[in-house]
């Protein structure tokens, strides 16, 4: 069993009956600050668990999303699934779903049904397009998400092809908003003791966060371009390439562009009225990202980092995964945390981002494999016995 659980939430309990990414991880972080979290999955492991690269024939995409977890495993389609999950129910103070809207109610589960079996539950419901509204019911992943919320068409260069996020940041920042509902409602009921549902959709959070883009169409009735690697309000800001590699330059202030005139020993560009006011240098920005880019090329990026860092203006070589992995501020932040599990080793995952003073997020717990903890749900927490357990296990329920 995991060690004690320590932190804000340590006592809560929460059920996570979700999958892939956004649910998973708003339920982690729950976790990651001490609240016992049980993830219930299909005895043959959800889909996740099937997806490659893996480690020691375990899909590293769970390693992502489910330290600090016990894991039962249950068919949710076996005529006796529904009573373990009310028991469940009953036991949490927190679900956390991310089912297509109306599948939990077919299951037999719906958020009224929860509040009959508890009646200050919280329900935190993650899905595509929201619990309501015309497109509810529609299936979404997160790149589904950036095409349809506007995201997709903001991001590559300009007269390119609409451009998908590297990452699932769609399902993260769901994911996120997810965790800040939970706590939200968690706070709400220690002061009234009431539950409730907190919807969070993909859709709205991507909507939510586009930015002054979105300000400009709202307030202003205009589309701003894709801007490719450059600002969308100041200028000169690029990446350049540099002798060895590319690095990105952020100096688009009233205050940072003479001080990098000065490092590039180019004063006259600073004194040039062309490029006094920000409107000016966004007018003239691809003469000032030539006469930068050529200044760059003669360089190494360690050679423009150390004039830059003493100028202070802001820069950032362009790093790769392999790179940013290794970073000594990514060991200073604590930001790789490792986890032993007795069958697999040693797991290395990111850290948490969230670093409290007093109650700091721990990893208590590797990611489980599927259904690694079903004596320990089942037997302590529902207190079934040995027999019951068995039976559940031959009938090919757990």
């Not at 589904?144 to 007269?159: N, R």
């Not at 920042?173 to 959709?201: N, P």
């Not at 830059?308 to 940013?324: C, F, I, N, Q, T």
Request: charged share 25%; with cysteine.
């Amino acid at each position: 069993m995991a060690n004690a659980a320590t932190g804000p939430l340590a006592g809560t309990k929460v059920l996570d009956l979700s999958r892939f990414i956004a649910g998973p991880l708003c339920a982690q972080i729950l976790a990651d600050f001490g609240a016992e979290v049980v993830k219930v999955e299909r005895p043959a492991g959800e889909d996740s668990r099937h997806h490659g690269p893996y480690f020691h024939d375990e899909s590293i995409y769970m390693f992502l999303y489910h330290r600090n977890k016990y894991d039962a495993s249950l068919d949710t389609r076996h005529p006796e699934a529904l009573g373990i999950l009310e028991r469940l129910i009953e036991w949490a103070d927190v679900v956390v779903e991310n089912y297509r809207p109306g599948t939990i109610e077919k299951m037999g589960i719906g958020y009224e049904r929860m509040k009959e079996l508890n009646p200050d539950i919280i329900l935190v419901s993650i899905s595509g397009f929201g619990q309501t509204g015309p497109d509810s019911r529609r299936a979404l992943f997160d790149a589904i998400s950036q095409a349809s919320s506007g995201l997709m068409d903001m991001t590559g260069e300009p007269g390119g092809k609409p451009t998908l996020s590297g990452t699932y940041i769609a399902d993260y920042t769901t994911g996120y908003q997810g965790a800040i509902g939970a706590l939200m409602a968690i706070l709400h009921r220690e002061r009234t003791g009431e539950g409730q549902l907190v919807d969070i959709a993909s859709f709205d959070t991507m909507f939510s966060a586009l930015g002054i883009r979105l300000m400009s169409e709202l307030m202003l009735g205009e589309d701003m371009p894709r801007s490719g690697s450059r600002d969308l309000l100041t200028a000169p800001v690029n990446v350049y390439e540099a002798a060895d590699a590319p690095i990105y330059i952020q100096a688009g202030t009233a205050s940072l562009f003479p001080k990098l005139c000065e490092v590039m020993k180019r004063p006259e560009l600073a004194e040039d009225p062309r490029f006094a006011t920000v409107e000016g240098r966004m007018t003239h920005q691809e003469y000032l990202e030539g006469e930068i880019g050529a200044w760059a090329a003669t360089l190494t990026t360690d050679e423009i980092a150390r004039v830059l860092d003493e100028a202070g203006v802001p820069y950032a070589k362009v790093a790769s995964v392999a790179e940013v992995a290794q970073s000594p501020q990514i060991a200073a932040r604590d930001m790789i945390v490792e986890s032993e599990h007795p069958e697999l080793g040693t797991i290395r995952m990111p850290g948490n981002p969230v670093k409290l003073e007093k109650t700091p997020a721990t990893v208590r717990k590797a990611p489980p494999q599927v259904g690694e903890d079903n004596e320990y749900v089942y037997r302590t927490i529902l207190g079934m016995s040995g027999e019951d357990v068995d039976r559940l296990h031959q009938a090919g329920a757990i």
